[in-house]
Nanobody
Framework: QVHLVESGGGLVQAGGSLRLSCAAS????????MAWYRQAPGKQRELVAR???????NYADSVKGRFAISRDTGKNTMYLQMNSLKFEDTAVYYC????????????WGQGTQVTVSS
């Protein structure tokens, strides 16, 4: 089992920046895929950004050019750098890890609140 703990959320003004961190309980180099999701009140949980075990990245159209996903295998940590934040970015952000072995499984952190003031 993989335990994930998010941190770095908080209150920020529109146009500001924030960096989220996700610490994993085991080496992330053996995790097949990691991602950041978010969920705003009354809305579906949506994919924000994803990074593969080879470092390839994908972003939701709404955050392209503003957010950057990265990882530090030495620290077993994934990051989400968020720039030019908008009020619409307000949500609970969740860390996700996907592993194929021993069987396909998605793991989730408890989430960290990001609130952007207008």
């Amino acid at each position: 089992q993989v335990h994930l703990v998010e941190s770095g959320g908080g209150l920020v003004q529109a146009g500001g920046s924030l960096r989220l961190s996700c610490a994993a309980s085991r080496s992330i180099h053996i995790i097949d895929r990691m991602a950041w999701y978010r969920q705003a009140p009354g809305k579906q949980r949506e994919l924000v950004a994803r990074i593969s075990d080879e470092g390839s990245t994908n972003y939701a159209d709404s955050v392209k050019g503003r957010f950057a996903i990265s990882r530090d295998t030495g620290k077993n940590t994934m990051y989400l750098q968020m720039n030019s934040l908008k009020f619409e970015d307000t949500a609970v952000y969740y860390c996700n890890a996907y592993m194929l072995r021993p069987y396909p499984t998605n793991y989730w952190g408890q989430g960290t609140q990001v609130t952007v003031s207008s």
